[in-house]
């Protein structure tokens, strides 16, 4: 790709660069794989804007905090920051290469097939799917039982993204792929923080468990695939728009290995994220009685026990509201990088060609000088008329022209998973849990969310 450097977005001063430190050769590298989150933190809150992360090999990294470079590198010159990074080579042993981990032409394509299913007219068709799913599981649930929410939140939208967008019931493979999910994530975030480990090909257990992973995860894929070749399943769902695109110049359809690319890529981005951000949001209603009772206010005023609908979803403001300031302090998506195309001045420093550019929105969403008391769980950061968090500072979902294809989608399904659930069960947390952030690939909370549920 040929960039073309965009002006720097300030003309300030070159700064003075400073480094994160770390050891010879392996740079940061062993306190990243002790605490990858708390490297991040300090980085962003103490080095900013711009602060030189050395890794080893002499791979040259940056971390930037500063909201105008953030915006710099993923919307202004987005076309010179790259997805060839060590995090995305693992990514693509699972995801091939699908839309989060395809580049250039070629995504700009399979992006253009795929939006239309993410249009808002065919999210409103699937909003009784949604409500339906987590009627089903609150169902299931006795009153006084106790039990990870965290898991319960993964099976409904792994659930939902099969009934939405691709039409197929996984509901009965729902705990071997949520496994072989966490066992394949785990073992992605341990190999890009250790490049030194056993190539793939030696049988070691974590190798030997990441195929039998992978192996789980594509017979599911290619089942869904199948079972379509045959005949089989509705026209117009996100898997039926793949399969009927053609090449413009060749006239020829995705061959099953692309489609396995873009059907795994929208079955785990589709519904780890959401799950994610479900289990942290009950986590933090949990320690925050005030805000659960002005959010149960809402439910009750707007749909007064009865199942909500997406006609509901634009007068759930407040819920919106929550989930908002749930991902601010958990953003499912924790950390983005970026490699330089070629060499680029900003504030005057050059991001040289092949340098890594990180971005942390887990730090950058709790930086002060963005954030009043940072750590406080405050929806109301959110309401319509508080000033809008300064942009590039707040990028759960990223931002340009790689943002997230389902953040409306993800959108509505929480809030209307999380309505639906709260009407009909009070959720308190198990006592001495911890709640660590879990940083792998997605921000997971470690150990789950243990919840009694009490019927309302
Ligand atoms: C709370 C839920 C979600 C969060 C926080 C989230 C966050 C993100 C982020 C930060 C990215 C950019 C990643 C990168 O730069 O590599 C992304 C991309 C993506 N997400 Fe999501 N996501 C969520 C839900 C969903 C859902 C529900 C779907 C699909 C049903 C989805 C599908 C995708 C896809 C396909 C991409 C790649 C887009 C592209 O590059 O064209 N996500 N998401």
Request: aromatic share 8%; proline share 8%; glycine share 8%.
């Amino acid at each position: 790709m040929n960039a073309t450097p965009a002006p720097a977005p300030s003309a300030a001063p070159p700064l003075p660069l400073r480094s994160l430190g770390g050891l010879p050769l392996v740079g940061v590298l062993p306190e990243l794989q002790k605490d990858p989150l708390g490297v991040m933190e300090r980085g962003t809150l103490n080095y900013g804007p711009m602060v030189r992360m050395p890794l080893p090999l002499g791979v040259e990294a940056f971390l930037i905090s500063e909201p105008q470079l953030v915006e710099h590198v993923l919307v202004t010159n987005s076309r010179n920051y790259v997805k060839q990074t060590r995090g995305y080579e693992m990514l693509r042993k699972v995801l091939g290469n699908g839309l989060v981990t395809s580049e250039g032409d070629f995504w700009k394509r399979q992006r253009r097939i795929a939006q239309p299913a993410f249009h808002r007219e065919r999210l409103f068709a699937f909003g009784e799917t949604m409500t339906r799913a987590a009627t089903d599981m609150v169902d299931g649930w006795k009153s006084g039982q106790t039990f990870d929410v965290a898991d319960a939140f993964m099976r409904v939208t792994l659930r939902l993204v099969g009934e939405t967008l691709l039409s197929s019931d996984v509901t009965s493979a729902a705990s071997e792929v949520g496994q072989a999910i966490t066992v394949a994530l785990e073992h992605l975030i341990h190999r890009t923080l250790h490049p030194f480990s056993f190539p793939e090909w030696v049988p070691t257990p974590t190798n030997l468990a990441f195929k039998k992973a992978l192996h789980q995860l594509d017979s599911v894929v290619m089942g869904m695939i199948a079972t379509r070749r045959e005949g089989k399943g509705p026209t117009n769902d996100l898997l039926a728009m793949l399969m009927e695109a053609r090449d413009p110049e060749t006239g020829e359809g995705m061959s099953d290995e692309q489609l396995r690319d873009e059907v795994m890529t929208i079955f785990l981005a589709g519904h780890e994220t959401t799950a994610n951000a479900l289990a942290w949001t009950v986590m933090l209603l949990g320690k925050s009685p005030a805000v659960e009772q002005r959010l149960m206010k809402e439910l009750n005023e707007v749909l007064g026990g009865r199942v909500p609908t997406m006609s509901d979803v634009p007068k759930l403001t407040y819920t919106a509201m929550v989930l908002k300031e749930s991902m601010r302090l958990y953003p499912p998506v924790w950390s983005l990088a970026r490699r330089v195309e070629e060499d680029d001045v900003v504030d005057g420093v050059v991001f040289p060609k092949g340098a890594i550019v990180f971005i942390c929105p887990y730090a950058l969403h709790r930086h002060p000088k963005y954030w009043k008391d940072p750590e406080a769980f405050d929806p109301e950061r959110f309401a319509a008329d508080a000033p809008p968090p300064t942009k590039g500072a707040y990028l759960p979902f990223s931002m340009g022209q790689r943002k997230c294809i389902g953040d409306t989608f993800a959108m509505v399904e929480a809030q209307l998973v999380l309505a639906t659930v709260l009407q009909r069960m009070h959720l308190s947390l198990v006592p001495g849990q911890a709640f660590a952030p879990e940083p792998v690939i997605t921000l997971r909370p470690l150990g789950g969310v243990k919840v009694v549920a009490t019927k309302r």
